[in-house]
């Protein structure tokens, strides 16, 4: 018996603003009979409002859309191997829902497409699951990823910096590893994926932070300075910001100004 086999496009749409949208990824759009859309809840609603917008905007000829709910994920403080497992549990059951929504709602020689927040190399799960699918053996799933801008983009360019100084190198982290790159690496930090302000953290006097939230959207902020002096500032927009939302997606970069 032959294997099943789905088509899925990966598209990038950048970090919020509608406009990020390259043309290969509205191309790719038009291409697409089947838009997986992963639902957030109530509390991000405008996330799944802004694919949706981009979908009707862009898409051509017959087309339907499938909401998928984003199953649940443990996001207490944990240590590295508990944190790890949590996420591999979530993954599992994510890429559960995916190949039963890419069998059930897709036909024979049907284009599939998932609308990826940002770029989907950086930070997002959606590559690493359908992987997981094609690995499982009851789907073959062929991928195709159409890069997107992505918010370490949109931040440089909203606070009109380059992201690297000259010759140096910089470290992309997620926020829970911050402390063990430290501020010793001869370079800058862009740091993501922040619940806890580990900004508050960091130590030294020559350090500025770049930082953003909501970038490239209406509901758009942007902070830079040192960061003992923008600190408060910083955790207080981020205090206002989350209930006035009910969630903050937010980037920043740190710079060693002296070195």
């Known amino acids: 018996m032959s294997m099943e086999q789905r088509a899925i496009l990966v598209i990038g749409i950048g970090a919020g603003n509608p406009d990020h949208l390259t043309l290969q990824a509205v191309k790719a759009i038009r291409r697409a009979d089947v838009f997986f859309v992963v639902g957030k809840g109530p509390h991000k609603a405008s996330l799944t409002d802004l694919r949706h917008q981009m979908i009707e905007e862009h898409a051509q000829g017959p087309y339907h859309v499938v909401e998928v709910e984003d199953p649940s994920r443990d996001r207490r403080p944990l240590d590295r191997s508990d944190y790890t497992a949590a996420v591999q549990d979530w993954r599992e059951r994510r890429g559960e829902i ?14 599939g497409a998932f609308l990826v927040w940002g770029d989907p190399s950086l930070y ?12 499982r053996g009851a789907l073959s799933v062929t991928v195709e990823v159409i890069p997107g801008i992505t918010s370490v983009a949109s931040l440089t360019a909203r606070h009109r910096i380059p ?30 994926l922040d619940a ?51 969630w903050i997606m937010d980037t920043y970069l740190l710079r060693n100004v002296e070195s």
Do not use: C, K
């Open 98 to 111: 995916f190949e039963r929504a890419m069998r059930e709602e897709m036909t024979a020689g049907e284009t």
């Open 124 to 135: 997002d799960s959606t590559l690493g699951i359908l992987a997981d699918i094609e690995d």
């Open 163 to 192: 992201l690297n100084q000259v010759g140096r190198p910089v470290h992309i982290t997620p926020a829970r590893r911050l402390a063990d790159v430290g501020q010793n690496d001869d370079g800058d930090i862009v740091v993501m």
């Open 196 to 246: 806890h302000e580990s900004f508050t953290q960091v130590e030294g006097d020559d350090v500025w932070i770049y930082w953003g939230a909501y970038l490239g959207t209406p509901d758009e902020l942007l902070v830079a300075g040192p960061l003992g002096e923008v600190a408060d500032r910083i955790r207080e927009l981020r205090t206002e910001a989350r209930a006035r939302h009910g």
